[in-house]
Nanobody
Framework: QVQLVESGGGLVQPGGSLRLSCVTSGFTFSRYYMRWYRRAPGKEREFVARIDASTGRTYYEHFVKGRFNISRDDAKNTVYLQMSNLQLEDTAVYYC??????????WGQGTQVTVSS
């Protein structure tokens, strides 16, 4: 059974940091590229970051470049999102996503990140 379980969300002040984790099981993690998405209240889900399998190449949406860092530990079947200098607009539910082309695509349940003073 495929599982993706996010954790690490919470309440943080503007300028603060959080580290999200997504622990996975039920599939060969090292063969999947991993992504983080988020959905803010009243908005569509949007792409945040991606890390490729094998190469570890990373991609970021422009609004998180320089503030967020995605990484993976294939030995632990886990992907991380280190978030720094958090802003009010980063408030959202953050989801991890595992993809192996052409049609393997799995999602976690999400973890809430709230940035508030």
């Amino acid at each position: 059974q495929v599982q993706l379980v996010e954790s690490g969300g919470g309440l943080v002040q503007p300028g603060g940091s959080l580290r999200l984790s997504c622990v996975t099981s039920g599939f060969t993690f090292s063969r999947y590229y991993m992504r983080w998405y988020r959905r803010a209240p009243g908005k569509e889900r949007e792409f945040v970051a991606r890390i490729d399998a094998s190469t570890g190449r990373t991609y970021y949406e422009h609004f998180v470049k320089g503030r967020f860092n995605i990484s993976r530990d294939d030995a632990k079947n886990t992907v991380y999102l280190q978030m720094s200098n958090l802003q009010l607009e980063d408030t959202a539910v953050y989801y991890c996503n595992a993809v192996q082309e052409p049609d393997e695509n799995y999602w976690g349940q999400g973890t809430q990140v709230t940035v508030s003073s």
